[in-house]
């Protein structure tokens, strides 16, 4: 049987084609965990994020991520926890055989990794010293799990979440009816595949035993598009995205009444102090955006962080009062640090605003460019200024299109624009909203997307992927929408408008012209 070329010590976190040889036997085993074609796709289970050694143990833990596709039908049509995704993996350092997993999610179906930072650390619990790792993944729950072997000691909530009740005794998430979206309804899930937490770092306190955790509070809308994996039919499927997010607007929408829930299209974040042992939120305080900054805590009880706000804080780590703040002019998402130098202590923060959720919106005035500011006691130089906004508008060129021709601009905009211009008449964030573009972009559009005219910016020639036709019914859509918000008419009622419009353009061929 023909074997894969692979080096001593890899470790693989799915498993490939069955017909050829598994690198290691605990493949085979997650292989049964599997059905269908998943290979054919790669399964998922990257380890973008956490990875880190204990040398006590001489264990290295990883933290794997979702499927590929999202939807489970599509990945894994009869089912299965589909192993190692959404798992945290510990393997020897020394050869990388395996030693034992933790699935946080099995038969992941909600982009929910696990690939969230790991934390090691010795803590009593009842009476006991046990020798833990800490983990605030996607899905919401906190795990406290003994690092010696895997087992698991408490998980429970860490911000609300309607995908799943609890965690039973067998370590498994017991899901809530409707949370695998199979109905051909829209379903709001909570958290959404942004997670209750993502890649911005908690820190925890050992001093205090308190973890600091940067939550969302944001509802995913996750639907069963069944489209196959070489096909077109959701999010970002035109260039060979496989997510689940709802692209249909006409779907009957179900929503989560709970007034803990985020209601649909809204975001906003919490950063909470944590307790691990009792798996109790200590306090919490409210943030506008659902995406901030990585944590820092020290010995001495302070919490640090910047905020999509464009803020700096160094908060007290038993209570969340402000002791300090400062305006560092653009929103914060990565973490900061503290470190001596010839007896001087200082703090330095990258600030910058990016990333999947930066794209499409900010909360700063404007978004000034990319700045490392370090601050020391005693320091006395002088900040950068700041800027006053850049004023946006909607475009105002109008269109005098079909409906049925906004309809398939809608679905396309949908499978090739919305992964990186994400929600249209959002305003922008580190990327631009096609609906405040200028009307020489429009008069450029097919330069811009067909020939790469604007390549060095970072707008790629999609002329291998997008259609002149399909290209002018997304322009049609973006300047119907731009009218229609520029001219007062109200977001929902234009999304009734579209849904009517995609429904229009679902029953009608593509090919047939108005």
Same mark, same amino acid.
């Given at each position: 049987?023909?074997?894969?070329?692979?080096?001593?010590?890899?470790?693989?976190?799915?498993?490939?084609?069955?017909?050829?040889?598994?690198? %290691?036997?605990?493949?085979?085993?997650?292989?049964?965990?599997?059905?269908?074609?998943?290979?054919?796709?790669?399964?998922?289970?990257?380890?973008?994020?956490?990875?880190?050694?204990?040398?006590?143990?001489?264990?290295?833990?990883?933290?794997?991520?979702?499927?590929?596709?999202?939807?489970?039908?599509?990945?894994?049509?009869?089912?299965?926890?589909?192993?190692?995704?959404?798992?945290?993996?510990?393997?020897?350092?020394?050869?990388?055989?395996?030693?034992? %997993?933790?699935?946080?999610?099995?038969?992941?179906?909600?982009?929910?990794?696990?690939?969230?930072?790991?934390?090691?650390?010795?803590?009593?619990?009842?009476?006991?010293?046990?020798?833990?790792?800490?983990?605030?993944?996607?899905?919401?729950?906190?795990?406290?799990?003994?690092?010696?072997?895997?087992?698991?000691?408490?998980?429970?909530?860490?911000?609300? $979440?309607?995908?799943?009740?609890?965690?039973?005794?067998?370590?498994?998430?017991?899901?809530?009816?409707?949370?695998?979206?199979?109905?051909?309804?829209?379903?709001?899930?909570?958290?959404?595949?942004?997670?209750?937490?993502?890649?911005?770092?908690?820190?925890?306190?050992?001093?205090?035993?308190?973890?600091?955790?940067?939550?969302?509070?944001?509802?995913?809308?996750?639907?069963?598009?069944?489209?196959?994996?070489?096909?077109?039919?959701?999010?970002?499927?035109?260039?060979?995205?496989?997510?689940?997010?709802?692209?249909?607007?006409?779907?009957?929408?179900?929503?989560?009444?709970?007034?803990?829930?985020?209601?649909?299209?809204?975001?906003?974040?919490?950063?909470?102090?944590?307790?691990?042992?009792?798996?109790?939120?200590?306090?919490?305080?409210?943030?506008?955006?659902?995406?901030?900054?990585?944590?820092?805590?020290?010995?001495?009880?302070?919490?640090?962080?910047?905020?999509?706000?464009?803020?700096?804080?160094?908060?007290?780590?038993?209570?969340?009062?402000?002791?300090?703040?400062?305006?560092?002019?653009?929103?914060?998402?990565?973490?900061?640090?503290?470190?001596?130098?010839?007896?001087?202590?200082?703090?330095?923060?990258?600030?910058?605003?990016?990333?999947?959720?930066?794209?499409?919106?900010?909360?700063?005035?404007?978004?000034?460019?990319?700045?490392?500011?370090?601050?020391?006691?005693?320091?006395? $130089?002088?900040?950068?200024?700041?800027?006053?906004?850049?004023?946006?508008?909607?475009?105002?060129?109008?269109?005098?299109?079909?409906?049925?021709?906004?309809?398939?601009?809608?679905?396309?905009?949908?499978?090739?624009?919305?992964?990186?211009?994400?929600?249209?008449?959002?305003?922008?964030?580190?990327?631009?909203?096609?609906?405040?573009?200028?009307?020489?972009?429009?008069?450029?559009?097919?330069?811009?997307?067909?020939?790469?005219?604007?390549?060095?910016?970072?707008?790629?020639?999609?002329?291998?992927?997008?259609?002149?036709?399909?290209?002018?019914?997304?322009?049609?859509?973006?300047?119907?929408? $731009?009218?229609?918000?520029?001219?007062?008419?109200?977001?929902?009622?234009?999304?009734?408008?579209?849904?009517?419009?995609?429904?229009?353009?679902?029953?009608?061929?593509?090919?047939?012209?108005?």
């Amino acid at each position: 049987m023909p074997k894969r070329v692979i080096r001593n010590g890899d470790f693989f976190t799915v498993p490939g084609d069955p017909s050829l040889a598994f690198e %290691h036997p605990d493949l085979e085993a997650a292989a049964k965990t599997w059905t269908g074609e998943w290979w054919k796709q790669g399964g998922g289970g990257t380890a973008w994020d956490a990875i880190t050694y204990d040398p006590e143990l001489n264990q290295v833990y990883i933290g794997v991520g979702n499927g590929t596709h999202w939807n489970q039908l599509i990945r894994s049509p009869q089912g299965g926890d589909n192993l190692y995704l959404s798992s945290i993996v510990a393997v020897d350092a020394d050869d990388g055989s395996y030693k034992w %997993h933790y699935q946080t999610t099995p038969g992941d179906t909600w982009d929910y990794t696990a690939t969230q930072h790991i934390i090691q650390a010795d803590i009593e619990i009842e009476g006991v010293t046990r020798k833990v790792l800490m983990q605030a993944p996607k899905n919401a729950f906190f795990y406290v799990i003994d690092r010696t072997n895997g087992e698991l000691i408490s998980a429970e909530k860490f911000t609300y $979440a309607n995908w799943a009740s609890h965690i039973d005794d067998d370590g498994r998430p017991v899901e809530n009816p409707g949370a695998r979206y199979e109905d051909g309804r829209t379903h709001w899930l909570v958290p959404g595949s942004h997670g209750g937490h993502n890649w911005t770092p908690m820190s925890y306190n050992r001093a205090n035993g308190l973890m600091y955790i940067p939550t969302a509070k944001q509802a995913g809308p996750y639907a069963n598009l069944p489209f196959g994996f070489d096909e077109k039919g959701g999010a970002g499927s035109g260039l060979g995205g496989n997510v689940s997010l709802a692209s249909k607007l006409y779907l009957p929408p179900v929503i989560d009444s709970n007034p803990e829930a985020a209601l649909p299209g809204t975001s906003s974040g919490e950063l909470i102090a944590y307790d691990p042992v009792t798996q109790k939120k200590v306090w919490g305080v409210d943030q506008l955006f659902h995406y901030n900054g990585g944590v820092l805590t020290t010995e001495n009880g302070l919490v640090i962080q910047g905020d999509a706000e464009g803020m700096f804080y160094i908060r007290d780590a038993e209570d969340g009062s402000v002791l300090w703040e400062y305006d560092v002019r653009t929103g914060v998402i990565a973490p900061p640090v503290t470190y001596m130098v010839d007896g001087d202590q200082y703090i330095t923060i990258a600030v910058g605003w990016g990333g999947s959720q930066g794209m499409s919106g900010n909360v700063t005035p404007r978004i000034h460019p990319g700045t490392i500011y370090t601050f020391k006691l005693g320091g006395n $130089a002088t900040a950068p200024e700041k800027l006053p906004a850049i004023p946006k508008a909607y475009a105002s060129l109008g269109s005098d299109a079909q409906p049925v021709q906004i309809g398939r601009g809608f679905n396309a905009y949908m499978n090739y624009c919305m992964g990186c211009h994400m929600n249209p008449g959002a305003g922008g964030g580190a990327i631009p909203d096609l609906l405040m573009s200028s009307h020489s972009i429009f008069d450029n559009f097919d330069k811009i997307v067909l020939e790469g005219l604007l390549a060095s910016e970072g707008m790629p020639n999609l002329s291998e992927y997008i259609s002149k036709e399909e290209l002018d019914d997304i322009k049609q859509y973006v300047l119907y929408s $731009a009218d229609q918000l520029g001219t007062g008419t109200n977001p929902n009622d234009l999304m009734v408008s579209l849904a009517q419009m995609q429904y229009l353009a679902d029953q009608k061929p593509a090919q047939v012209k108005d």
